[in-house]
Every structure is written in structure tokens, then in C-alpha cells.
């Protein structure tokens, strides 16, 4: 009787729990923090790749760390009310370019939001389709400027740590082989900015970095950050973020390598989320 007793409790119990609303209100663990990725997808192979990956590493990260991930690319979501939700935000491929949108994210900034941009999200060159033309973003928050030439093809690099002691960088080793990517070589000298942390930078045992064809897109030498903060806002940007594909066969483009397939890699990643996240959350 002790036994049936028992099994009969614990069945109501389970019955109150899936049937009471208010019990699974309380029940249901509300998430760390709020992340939403902002993308366009709309040119460059590379860049569609890196954004249609991304979305799926964040997802699945989202769920094994306990935050919430959205996307979208709808870049009129780009205003306060609805930066207002989220404790970081991404730029996973361009930058906005409606005044408004600056704007909004600029105050979102300067008032204490997090933010992590990949690769092309630091682009602006004049003349182009994407000339510089917002000095705030592209010299005050970003601090590199114009951009100044890139290797080709993609290709992998040593990395070293320039800053052990970020949060982003605590638990990476003194240098690790990244993904293949097209790596930027960019206007300012970041060393000089006082407000810059760089935290990664090309090992030089990576030179020659890049196979051409032309030989400007190789590197033989120089100095190249490639992850950095800005002591004056809680960002991170990280230079890796176009997948290396298979141009010469189009229209397949098949890709040809992966931005989320390096376990140290996205070690840095994930701490850097964890460190907007919780800092920011409401």
C-alpha cells in the first residue's frame, strides 16, 4: 500500500506540475541573457557561409550555456526599443548604414551594451560600396580605420595572445592555429590607440601568409591584430569570419573550410559571450 501510495503522489504531482501553468512558469529557467545577430547574407560566398554557420554554432551554444540567441536581417530592428532586450548584439557581416540605425546603435554603445563584430563588419573602404563614412564606428569605436589590403587565398594563421588577461583570452593557449580565413591588414596602427586592447595578433611564424596568385595578397612580414577591445565600450571584434570556398567551380561555391570547426577558436568566442552577457544582463 506504501508503494502505491507513493507511485499515486508522485503521479499527481507530475500532474500539477505539466497542467498548472503557474508551476511551470516558476519551473522554467529564464535565460542568462538575451544575444541578437545581425546579418544581410546577401554577397560574397564566403560571407553567406561564415553568417548561415554562425547562426548555427550560436544556437547550439545559446542551449548549452543557458543564454538566448535570436537573428535577424532586418536591420530596421536596429533601434533602441529593441536593442533594449538584449544584453549583446552581433554584426555577423556588414555594418548598418541608415543614419538612424548608426545612431541607435552608437547610444546603445556608449550606454553600456555589448557587441561582437566578425570580419567584413569592420570594412569600409572610399571609393567602394561601403566607404567610410562613419567616423565614430570606424575610428573612435573600432579604431582601425579604412581597410588596406587582405591575403589571398584563405588560409589558416598562427595566432598569439597579446593579452592573457581578458576575459575572452584567459583560457587560450600562447599561440593556436586558427581557421582559414581571409585576414585585413587595416589604415591605423592600433598599437598607437590608447583605447585599443589588442588581444590577438599573426604569429610571425605564420609568414608567407596567403598563395596568391597575386603576390601583394601574400604577407612576408609586419605586425597584424586580428581580435581587439576598446577600453571605452564592452566589444570585442574578432577578423575571422570568411569561410574559404571553391570560386574556381561556380556556381557551387562548395565550401571548401569552416569558422566554428576550431575547439579553441570558439573557446574565445564563447568566453567573450559569457563576458558581455553576464556583465550586461538586467
Known sequence: MFIISRRLFAFGFLLIACCNPLFSQ???KPPAFKVIGF?????????????HEANRWFAQTAQQQGFQYDSTNNWNNLN??????YQVVLFLDTRPEDSAQRAAFQQYMEQGGGWIGFHFSAFALTPSAFPQNWNWYHHTF??????????????SAVLKV??????????LPARFKASPNE?????????KNPDIRILLAIDASSFPLGTG????EIWQSGYYPVVWSNRKYRMLYVNMGHNDIDYEHAPHNKDLSQTFDNPVQNQMITDALLWLGNANKK
Do not use: C, M
Not at 533602441?80 to 532586450?85: G, I
Not at 596568385?213 to 601583394?216: A, L, T, V
Open 39 to 51: 546579418y544581410t547574407a546577401k554577397s560574397d560566398q564566403a560571407h553567406i557561409s561564415f553568417v
Open 213 to 216: 596568385p597575386k603576390q601583394h
Open 142 to 155: 573600432l579604431g582601425s580605420g579604412e581597410y588596406g589590403s587582405n591575403t589571398w587565398r584563405p588560409t
Open 26 to 28: 516558476s519551473a522554467s
Open 162 to 171: 597579446e593579452d592573457s588577461l581578458h576575459p575572452a583570452t584567459r583560457h
Open 80 to 85: 533602441t526599443p529593441f536593442l533594449s532586450q
Open 183 to 191: 585576414w585585413y591588414r587595416w589604415g591605423n596602427d592600433l598599437r
